[in-house]
């Protein structure tokens, strides 16, 4: 499932609304509804790329770090008793 062509269309939809909302209100020199447009704008993104993320996330999980340490870990002892015993 891919999820990056439908977020990258509802972000492009979120910021030409954004755009043309904000010129307008600009425009009619509506001063005291100037921050409307903008919370509105960073609420809507801050929750597609909440909702979209999560998807992502789901999709592809990513391994710890601490997991990935722990495999070098034990890559490099294995290795060291590699050595000790002169197989390598």
């Known amino acids: 499932?891919?999820?990056l062509p439908l977020f990258i269309?509802?972000?492009t939809i979120?910021?030409?609304i954004f755009r043309v909302s904000l010129s307008t209100i600009l425009n009619d020199e509506l001063w005291s509804y100037v921050f409307i447009p903008p919370l509105i704008y960073f609420f809507l993104?801050?929750?597609?790329g909440w909702y979209f993320g999560k998807k992502e996330y789901e999709y592809l999980p990513i391994?710890?770090?601490?997991h990935l340490q722990s495999i070098s870990r034990k890559?490099?002892?294995?290795?060291?008793a590699r050595v000790s015993k002169g197989l390598c």
């Open 1 to 3: 499932m891919k999820t």
């Open 14 to 16: 979120l910021t030409l």
């Open 63 to 66: 391994v710890h770090v601490a």
């Open 75 to 80: 890559r490099c002892l294995s290795w060291e």
């Open 9 to 11: 269309l509802i972000i």
């Open 45 to 48: 993104m801050y929750l597609s």
